[in-house]
């Protein structure tokens, strides 16, 4: 288990905002696994607007982020599913940085498809191991 001071250095080096670095992992040929959870305990409704820190579910998944130091970096995040004090509602918690259904946080996105602008989409598929369609649903994201 890290110590402290390597978590918050992790964390600052994550640089995202409202995410705290937990534990991290070093995957020789596949890169760094950084699990993260939203600081924030209480999450407003989408719905009524009342903020409620009643967890429902927990729903952990991995997403790519940009890489650090040539190394891929993969996030496990916990997207919790929330109940509502107030009016009921469960839904999902909003994470600034990652859009939901998608498996990359949105700076990653950014840097893959001003890559692609730059030079060819196969070249950047290649270079971040993704599919070309993969790069065509960012575009599309970015569209919209």
């Not at 903020?51 to 429902?56: A, E, G, I």
């Not at 970096?73 to 599913?81: D, F």
């Amino acid at each position: 288990m890290p110590s402290n001071p390597e978590l918050k250095l992790m964390t600052k080096l994550l640089n995202l905002d409202g995410m705290k670095v937990k534990d991290y992992q070093f995957i020789e040929q596949v890169g760094i696994t950084l699990y993260i959870e939203h600081e924030p305990r209480a999450v407003p409704c989408p719905q009524c607007g009342k903020s409620t820190r009643k967890l429902h579910q927990n729903h952990r998944y991995v997403v790519r982020d940009l890489p650090l130091m040539e190394q891929s970096v993969y996030l496990q995040v916990n997207r919790r599913q929330m109940k509502c004090q107030n009016c009921g509602k469960k839904f999902s918690e909003d994470l600034e940085a990652i859009p939901k259904k998608r498996t990359y946080t949105k700076r990653f996105r950014q840097k893959v498809v001003q890559e692609t602008l730059e030079g060819t989409l196969s070249k950047t598929a290649r270079k971040y191991g993704l599919s070309e369609r993969e790069i065509e649903t960012m575009l599309k994201d970015l569209g919209k």
